[in-house]
C-alpha cells in the first residue's frame, strides 16, 4: 500500500518538474496525499507528548515542575535547529522542482555541514547556562537540580535532533512523507518506551492477573530526558541512511561530480531561516507575557489555560500536516517556475485548511465539556475550561488560514514579510488586547483575545496569498 500510495506521489510530482498540466482532481489528490502521513504523524507527536507528560507527572509534583520549567526553553532551542533546516530544505525542494537533483544533493550536503556547525553552537550555549537556566527562571531549590540535569542531557541531545530534523525535511522537500512520517510516529513510540524503563525503578507489575517484576533504572527526570536523547537517536539513524542511502532523488551515490563549496547556498538558508529563528525568539518571549498577563488571575484560571492549550492542540495538528504538503507543492513548483501553479497549489491548500479547521472547530466546541474532563477532575477548571475552548473553536478556520498560508509562503522561501505578520499580531493584538480584557473579563478575555488575533492573522495571509506578491523568482542558481 506505501510503494502504490508513494508511486502514485512520484507521477503527479514529476508532473510538476516536467511542466505538465495536472487536473484539479490531481492536485487535490496531491495534497492529499501528501497531508494524511503527516496529519497522522502531528497527531501521534501530540498524543505521545500527553502520555509522555503523564509518565513523568505520576512521580509527583516536583519532577513535572523541574521539565515544566525549562520545557519552553527546550522547544525554543529545538525551533532554532528547524528554522535553519527549512533554510536548506526549501533550497532543496526549489531544486528538485526545476529537476537539478545534483544541486538539491549538494544543498543537503552544505545544510548537514552548516547544521553540525549551527547544532553544536546551541547545544554548547544550552550546556552552558543549563545550571543558570532554572534559577534565572524563578525556580525553587528543590527542583533546580533537577531542572539543571534536564537541560544539559537536551543540549547533548541537540546536534543529534539536527540530524533527525535535517533528514526528514530533506525527504518531505522531495516528496516523501511517508518515511518521514512513519519514522516520527516511530520516534514517539520509541519515547516511551525508553521512559518506561529509564523514569521508573524496578517494580513489580500485574497484568491479566499476573504479577511480574519489571525492570526500571528509576532515574527519573534525568530518565525522561535520556529518553528524549536516544528516541531522537532512534529516529535519526534510519532517516539519515534513507535520505543519504536509499531516497531516489537525495541519495548521495547519484552524484557523479566532486563535491564543491558553494557560499550562495549558506547565504540563502540563512536568508530563509533567519527570519524564522528571530520569530521563534520572540513569539517564545511573548508566551512568557502571555502567561504574566494570566497568572495574577489566580490558579483555577492557570490551569484551566493550560488544560485547554493541550486540548487545543489535537485540533489544530491537522492544519500542520496540510501546511507540510503545502510548503512542498509550492516549492517544487517555484524550482519548475510554474507561478500559476504554485499559486494555485497554495489556495487550493488554504483552502483545505479552512476546511478541516473549522470541522475541527465543530469538534472543538462540541466536545469542549470532554475534552477538558478527561484533563481535570475540579469543576470549576471544567467550567472554566470549556468556556474558553469554545471561544477559540470560532476562530480555528482562520488559524487555518495562517498555518497553511504561512507554510505556503515558505515554500516560495518567502519569510520575512510573514514573520513580521506573526510577530506583529501577536505582540501588537493579542498581548495588548489581552492585558486590557484581563482585568474585567478574566481569563475569557484573554482567549477572546487570542481567537481575534488568529482570525486577524489568518485574514492577514489570506490577502497576501491572494495577490501573489509572496510569489518570488526562485532563488536557485
Not at 307 to 314: C, G, N, Q, Y
Not at 396 to 415: K, M, N, Q, R, W
Amino acid at each position: 500500500m506505501l510503494k502504490v500510495s508513494n508511486k502514485k506521489v512520484n507521477i503527479l510530482l514529476a508532473k510538476i518538474r516536467n511542466r505538465k498540466e495536472l487536473t484539479t482532481l490531481e492536485k487535490l489528490n496531491l495534497i492529499i496525499q501528501l497531508s494524511i502521513p503527516s496529519i497522522l504523524a502531528q497527531i501521534t507527536s501530540v498524543m505521545m507528548f500527553y502520555i509522555d507528560a503523564s509518565m513523568v507527572g505520576s512521580l509527583g509534583a516536583r519532577a513535572s515542575a523541574s521539565i515544566g520549567l525549562v520545557e519552553p526553553a527546550t522547544w525554543l532551542f529545538g525551533s532554532l535547529v528547524g528554522a535553519f533546516t527549512m533554510g536548506f530544505s526549501v533550497q532543496a525542494a526549489h531544486f528538485i522542482g526545476a529537476n537539478d537533483f545534483a544541486k538539491a544533493r549538494s544543498v543537503m550536503r552544505h545544510g548537514y555541514i552548516f547544521g553540525a556547525f549551527w547544532s553544536i553552537l546551541l547545544a554548547t550555549i544550552m550546556a552552558l547556562i543549563s545550571r543558570s537556566l532554572p534559577i534565572w527562571l524563578g525556580g525553587g531549590i528543590d527542583i533546580q537540580k533537577d531542572a539543571s540535569v534536564y537541560i544539559l542531557i537536551f543540549s547533548i541531545a541537540i546536534p543529534i535532533h539536527m540530524i533527525e530534523s535535517m533528514s526528514a525535511a530533506m525527504l518531505k522537500s522531495s516528496g516523501d512523507m511517508h518515511h518521514a512520517s512513519i519514522i516520527a510516529i516511530m520516534m514517539c513510540l520509541f519515547d516511551i518506551v525508553f521512559n518506561f524503563f529509564f523514569i521508573f525503578p524496578t517494580r513489580v507489575i500485574t497484568f491479566l492477573g499476573h504479577s511480574f517484576s519489571m525492570f526500571g533504572l528509576g532515574l527519573g527526570v534525568e530518565g525522561a530526558a535520556l529518553g528524549t536523547l536516544l528516541s531522537f537517536a532512534v529516529a535519526a539513524i534510519p532517516l539519515c541512511y534513507y535520505a543519504i542511502y536509499k531516497s531516489p532523488i537525495l541519495a548521495w551515490k547519484l552524484d557523479t561530480n566532486r563535491f564543491v563549496w558553494v557560499w550562495a547556498y549558506i547565504r540563502n538558508g540563512i536568508k530563509i531561516g533567519a527570519p524564522m529563528a528571530l520569530q521563534y525568539i520572540l513569539m517564545n518571549g511573548a508566551q512568557v507575557i502571555s502567561m504574566a498577563i494570566v497568572a495574577p488571575l489566580g490558579n483555577i484560571s492557570i490551569a484551566a489555560h493550560s488544560f485547554a492549550i493541550t486540548a487545543e492542540s489535537l485540533c489544530y495538528m491537522p492544519g500542520y500536516g496540510i501546511g507540510e504538503a503545502a510548503t512542498t507543492l509550492v516549492g517544487q513548483s517555484v524550482g519548475a517556475q510554474r507561478k500559476d501553479l504554485c499559486q494555485s497549489f497554495a489556495r487550493m491548500t488554504v483552502f483545505l485548511g479552512i476546511a478541516v479547521m473549522a470541522l475541527m472547530g465543530i469538534i472543538m466546541y462540541i466536545f469542549a465539556a470532554e475534552m477538558i474532563n478527561m484533563l481535570s477532575p475540579v469543576g470549576a477548571i471544567r467550567e472554566l475550561g470549556t468556556s474558553i475552548l469554545r471561544i477559540e473553536a470560532f476562530a480555528e478556520p482562520l488559524f487555518g488560514a495562517s498555518i497553511v498560508g504561512y507554510s505556503a509562503c515558505i515554500g516560495a522561501g518567502d519569510t520575512f514579510i510573514p514573520s513580521v505578520i506573526n510577530l506583529g499580531c501577536m505582540w501588537l493584538v493579542r498581548l495588548t488586547v489581552a492585558y486590557g480584557l484581563s482585568s474585567h473579563y478574566g481569563l475569557r478575555g484573554v482567549w477572546f483575545a487570542m481567537a481575534l488575533e488568529l482570525s486577524l492573522r489568518g485574514v492577514l495571509f489570506l490577502i497576501r496569498i491572494f495577490r501573489g506578491k509572496w510569489i518570488k523568482k526562485s532563488i536557485i542558481k
